[in-house]
């Protein structure tokens, strides 16, 4: 089944720590997204991938980074955790011009 | 630059009954998609219907339904028999056609409205 699948859905990690997370979709999908979002908020796009070895900033300024070697994995990374980046980071792909199909999210908390 | 708004931050329904939450855009193109995506209390956010722009005729799927109102550029969600678990954070986004292999391609999403059903 097509899908987009992110991992891990939760992670509780220590200040200074670097951190992946992992976002993969099997639909062959050219354009592919990463939003932070702090619960019951609005979405702030903060990178985005229109195929392999392109990358974007995206609207929201972040210390995060992503890499896009293969169309079909999109992982974003922390080099050093901090409180402030305590969140959820939602991933999208999209092959279209319907819309984005949206992963489950990763919740994570810096300590 | 185009924008979407949701004036509406929390809306609230009472079971069985129906609630339209608003959204209002603002562009200069004749070609896009409209979106109303629904996204539960910690679960994955989904598409809950799509409207293009040259359709004239208003987007259904089943319970949920749309008026657009391409000239005033409003795009309301209106959802009939609220069930439980129509409970969740709704976000409508605009994309752009004309634009679509750039980032103005790139989905813009409101605020969000989040809905409450009361049982």
């Known amino acids: 089944e097509a899908d987009i699948y992110q991992t891990p859905r939760y992670l509780v990690i220590g200040t200074g720590k670097k951190i992946t997370l992992e976002c993969s979709q099997t639909?062959?999908?050219?354009?592919m997204y990463w939003y932070q979002q702090d619960p019951g908020m609005e979405l702030h796009l903060i990178h985005y991938s229109y195929g392999v070895n392109s990358t974007e900033k995206g609207d929201l300024s972040s210390e995060s980074t992503v890499s896009r070697i293969r169309t079909e994995h999109f992982p974003l990374t922390l080099e050093s955790a901090r409180p402030s980046h305590t969140s959820q980071y939602l991933c999208?792909?999209?092959?279209?011009?319907?819309?984005?199909?949206f992963g489950s999210g990763t919740r994570l908390t810096v300590v | 630059a185009q924008t979407v708004t949701q004036s509406q931050p929390e809306m609230s329904v009472q079971e069985a009954e129906t609630v339209t939450l608003s959204c209002t855009y603002d562009?200069?193109?004749?070609?896009?998609?409209l979106f109303w995506y629904k996204q539960p209390p910690s679960r994955q956010m989904i598409l809950v219907i799509r409207q293009e722009a040259y359709k004239q005729q208003n987007a259904t799927e089943n319970r949920f339904s749309v008026n657009f109102q391409k000239a005033a550029k409003s795009f309301s969600l209106k959802i009939s028999d609220s069930q439980l678990g129509d409970a969740a954070m709704y976000f409508c986004?605009?994309?752009?056609?004309?634009?679509?292999?750039?980032?103005?391609?790139?989905?813009?999403f409101g605020k969000g409205t989040k809905l409450s059903v009361k049982p």
């Open positions: 986004a605009y994309r752009s056609l004309q634009n679509y292999g750039g980032s103005q391609g790139n989905l813009i």
């Open positions: 562009t200069s193109e004749s070609d896009y998609y």
């Open positions: 999208a792909s999209s092959g279209g011009t319907f819309g984005y199909t």
């Open positions: 639909m062959g999908h050219d354009k």
